[in-house]
């Protein structure tokens, strides 16, 4: 069965303290993984996605990496607006194969 | 694009009443999602379509809970009766997996935020 854990479940950082968050995965065969991010009260906003084990992706201030058992999303020298939940979920290989989705980890920015 | 529209926002209802939710894909996505969220069990699948056509619905609760895709540009997701433990934030999501460039990003709505009374 797939899954998906990450960890932190909640990360409180002062603003310019970098951190990296982990999405940690097992699946059958990994077709893609995927970061949101998730604002309260909205739906998840997609981030990146990741296929192979190697790939970097980067966009402001953060940079999602993947290896053949996690992936980690970097925030550098994070801003107050970088506060969010951020998701993590994973599509199998395979036909008609869907999203898993981790618990994700809430982040807190303090200025 | 408008991006994925959900109905109502918000929704407040008693136990044993019908409810009913609403999507609008975004323009020429062929697959569409319905989720569920909740602090304990997170996002969970419930159902989703291709084409108008449900695919897999393991994801749906019981028998209360139906869905239906009369069209492109339109979805429902009804539960009745519902029940306390319904609510939820219930999300739709669609993407494009006939594009064939093998990029199956999901885009989901706000939202509808449901609590039964």
């Known amino acids: 069965e797939d899954q998906v854990t990450q960890s932190p479940e909640a990360l409180r950082l002062q603003e310019g303290e970098s951190s990296s968050l982990n999405c940690s995965y097992t699946v059958s065969g990994l077709r893609g993984l995927f970061w949101y991010r998730q604002d309260p009260g909205k739906g998840p906003e997609f981030l990146f996605t990741l296929y192979s084990a190697g790939e970097e992706k980067e966009k402001e201030r953060l940079k999602a990496t993947l290896t053949k058992k996690e992936s980690f999303l970097h925030i550098t020298a994070p801003k107050p607006e970088d506060s969010a939940t951020y998701l993590c979920a994973v599509q199998a290989t395979g036909y008609g194969q869907n999203f898993v989705f981790g618990p994700g980890t809430r982040l807190s920015v303090l200025p | 694009d408008a991006g994925v529209i959900q109905s109502p926002r918000h929704e407040v209802t008693e136990m044993g009443q019908e409810v009913t939710l609403r999507c609008k894909p975004i323009?020429?996505?062929?697959?569409l999602f319905w989720y569920r969220q909740t602090m304990m069990r997170g996002l969970e699948l419930l159902i989703y379509f291709n084409n108008n056509v449900p695919i897999d619905d393991s994801g749906m609760p019981e028998d209360r809970f139906s869905a239906k895709m009369p069209n492109a540009s339109f979805s429902t997701l009804k539960i009745q009766p519902s029940e306390p433990r319904d609510s939820a934030v219930y999300f739709c999501a669609s993407t494009d997996r006939g594009s064939g460039t093998g990029h199956e990003t999901q885009y989901f709505g706000p939202g509808t935020r449901l609590l039964v009374l």
């Open positions: 323009s020429g996505h062929d697959y």
